[in-house]
């Protein structure tokens, strides 16, 4: 018996305790296991052992390993990492989680964008308002490569069809970088960037 309240595991079981430390439920833990099924809630999870909500879909966008030149100050589209959707319920939430090769020159971020306009708008960032992730390594060097990944949420409220796409960009007061996707100048380091979306279903 546990000296404090909480939830322990044990032997496999996840057990919850009172304040006076009797046992008030158990609950078998949840085995992730690959069947290679992406795009379907077969597989991965069994959405009914979630508490929180039900996973309905997952998405999988990636880019072609081509290499992709982003030279502006208004972010613009990682090619290959947007994707439409029609949400399964009118109360959906989308986990996104991107990864992105790049050069990330100078001062980079990435933005997540629904239906066109960024999710984000907080400002304090000289090198784009809503930028959710930002590098800087103080050069302007295009001969590097790093990979970041980028994690957010989206809540929606209908089946209306959505698109949701990742957008980078490198600027700053001292002008305009090239910002190179999935491989660096000199074009011999090759690679994939990729995007995963989970759609959830809320309790409410």
Known sequence: MPDKPGIYLRGGIKTSFDDEGSEIG??????????????TQAGWIDPSKFSGGKVKNIYYAE????RQD????TPTVIT???????????????????????????VSSLLCYLNGTS??????????????TTIYDGTNITSSMFSNTLQTKIDTSSH?????????TSSWSTG?????????????????????????????
Not at 28 to 34: H, K, N, Q, R
Not at 63 to 66: F, K, L, R, V, Y
Not at 160 to 168: K, S
């Open 26 to 39: 158990e609950r078998e833990l949840v085995v992730a296991t690959d069947t290679g099924e992406i795009g």
């Open 63 to 66: 880019t072609s390993p081509e």
């Open 70 to 73: 982003i030279y502006s100050q």
């Open 80 to 106: 290959g990492l947007s994707l439409t959707i029609t949400p399964e319920t009118d109360r959906s939430s989308f986990i996104i989680v991107a990864s992105v090769n790049s050069t990330f020159t100078h």
């Open 119 to 132: 999710i984000r708008n907080h400002t304090n960032n000289s090198n784009q308002a809503g930028a959710i």
């Open 160 to 168: 209306d069809e959505i698109i949701i796409d990742i957008r980078g």
């Open 176 to 204: 305009i970088y090239h910002m190179y996707i999935n491989d660096r100048d000199s074009n011999d380091m090759r690679s994939i960037s990729s995007m995963v979306i989970y759609e959830i279903e809320r309790d409410t």
